[in-house]
């Protein structure tokens, strides 16, 4: 065991937690006797919930520390990340800025709708190249003004929000200790690597026989693979850790998002009204909805074995149905 201590580091208390863990009864009837349960991230508390709420937890404690008074984040246009950090810095105080790529569409709805009310200054950028340069240009013009900028890079993926997954490990632990539930697997949508790298560390220091399998939303498997690796080597060199995190370890599956990242198709469309039918729990088109199609997948082709106990962890994102209505609308 390594003298990292968690209950160190700067955080300040945004989420409901610990966020419900509910058996998937109906689900697991349904795929023939695994037994899969759910971890409701969704329900984390400010604005819509997500995964995003445990990484700013973390985030913003540290920008709080360093005495900043205005938060800057980026992404796609409906990004949940950037809709919690402007809800999560309205809820401290901060002001935020975004930096948003994509088109703005004449009838505004889901998250860009959501940043409108909370009234944050948008950015907008032609695409995610272009948004990078636009941060940089926020960041000094910020200061010029005499403002005191925290950049926060895409999904809140650093080192530092990474800790929110490591955390919500050791919430598991705790967890499975009181259902007397020994969790085999934990399923997991993965984007800009934060959430993973988080629970491979959390797995690392405190519940070693879980198996994390992330799938990604639209990015390959080496580019992900590397976004979680440079997270997990800042961590050590930060923390002065040296946890040893091998390929095997960061399992990652491709071949679940279909055409590309947020592009629907038919397999997530079935696998997010079954769940809703089935479990009255709604998953999201972009990110759950397609790592639920995986998890599924990996149950049938026997990857997971029938005998084992599933955590699939639901980390938002169900506002962005409303963006996807024509896809699931009824004739
Ligand atoms: C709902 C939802 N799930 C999963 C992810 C992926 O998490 P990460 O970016 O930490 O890999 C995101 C990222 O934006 C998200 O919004």
């Given at each position: 065991?390594?003298?990292?201590?968690?209950?160190?580091?700067?955080?300040?208390?945004?989420?409901?937690?610990?966020?419900?863990?509910?058996?998937?009864?109906?689900?697991?009837?349904?795929l023939?006797?695994?037994k899969?349960?759910?971890?409701?991230?969704?329900?984390?508390?400010?604005?819509?919930g997500g995964?995003?709420?445990?990484k700013l937890?973390?985030l913003l404690?540290?920008?709080?520390?360093?005495?900043?008074d205005v938060?800057?984040?980026?992404?796609?246009?409906?990004s949940?990340?950037c809709l919690?950090?402007?809800?999560?810095?309205?809820k401290?105080?901060?002001?935020?800025?975004?930096v948003?790529s994509?088109?703005?569409?004449?009838?505004?709805?889901?998250?860009?709708?959501?940043?409108?009310?909370?009234?944050?200054?948008?950015?907008?950028?032609?695409?995610?190249f272009?948004?990078?340069?636009?941060?940089?240009?926020?960041?000094?013009e910020?200061?010029?003004k005499?403002?005191?900028?925290?950049?926060?890079p895409?999904?809140?993926?650093?080192?530092?929000?990474?800790?929110?997954?490591?955390?919500?490990?050791?919430?598991l632990?705790?967890?499975?200790k009181?259902?007397?539930?020994?969790?085999?697997?934990?399923?997991?949508?993965?984007?800009?690597?934060g959430?993973?790298?988080?629970?491979?560390?959390?797995?690392e220091?405190?519940?070693?026989?879980l198996?994390?399998?992330?799938?990604?939303?639209?990015e390959?498997?080496?580019?992900?693979?590397k976004?979680?690796?440079?997270?997990?080597?800042?961590?050590?060199?930060i923390?002065?850790?040296?946890l040893?995190?091998?390929?095997?370890?960061i399992?990652i599956?491709?071949?679940?998002?279909g055409?590309?990242?947020?592009?629907?198709?038919q397999?997530m469309?079935?696998?997010?009204?079954?769940?809703?039918?089935?479990?009255?729990?709604?998953?999201?088109?972009?990110?759950?909805g397609?790592?639920?199609v995986?998890?599924i997948?990996?149950?049938?082709?026997?990857?997971i074995?029938?005998?084992?106990?599933?955590?699939?962890?639901?980390?938002?994102?169900?506002?962005?149905?409303?963006?996807?209505?024509?896809?699931?609308?009824?004739?």
């Open positions: 065991m390594t003298n990292f201590n968690l209950d160190s580091i700067p955080r300040i208390q945004l989420c409901l937690l610990p966020t419900p863990i509910v058996p998937l009864t109906r689900l697991s009837t349904h023939g006797g695994v899969v349960f759910i971890k409701r991230d969704d329900l984390t508390g400010v604005a819509f995964n995003k709420n445990r937890e973390f404690a540290d920008a709080k520390r360093k005495k900043a938060i800057v984040t980026e992404g796609a246009l409906q949940n990340h919690q950090t402007a809800a999560c810095s309205a401290l105080g901060f002001e935020c800025e975004l948003l994509g088109n703005i569409p004449e009838f505004i709805t889901g998250n860009l709708l959501l940043d409108q009310i909370l009234d944050v200054k948008i950015h907008r950028a032609k695409d995610s272009e948004r990078k340069e636009l941060m940089v240009l926020v960041e000094e910020l200061k010029d005499g403002k005191r900028p925290y950049m926060i895409t999904g809140g993926s650093t080192d530092i929000g990474a800790l929110g997954y490591l955390k919500c490990i050791v919430e632990e705790r967890q499975s009181d259902l007397g539930i020994i969790f085999d697997y934990f399923v997991h949508s993965t984007g800009s690597g959430t993973q790298s988080g629970v491979l560390i959390g797995k220091l405190y519940y070693p026989e198996e994390i399998l992330g799938i990604s939303e639209g390959s498997k080496q580019k992900l693979r976004k979680v690796k440079e997270i997990i080597e800042n961590f050590n060199n923390r002065g850790l040296n040893v995190i091998g390929d095997d370890k399992k599956y491709e071949e679940y998002f055409e590309g990242y947020g592009i629907p198709n397999e469309i079935e696998t997010v009204k079954l769940v809703a039918r089935l479990e009255g729990v709604f998953l999201d088109p972009v990110y759950t397609k790592a639920m995986g998890l997948d990996l149950v049938k082709t026997e990857v074995p029938k005998d084992k106990n599933v955590l699939f962890l639901h980390s938002g994102g169900s506002t962005s149905i409303f963006n996807y209505y024509n896809v699931f609308q009824k004739e």
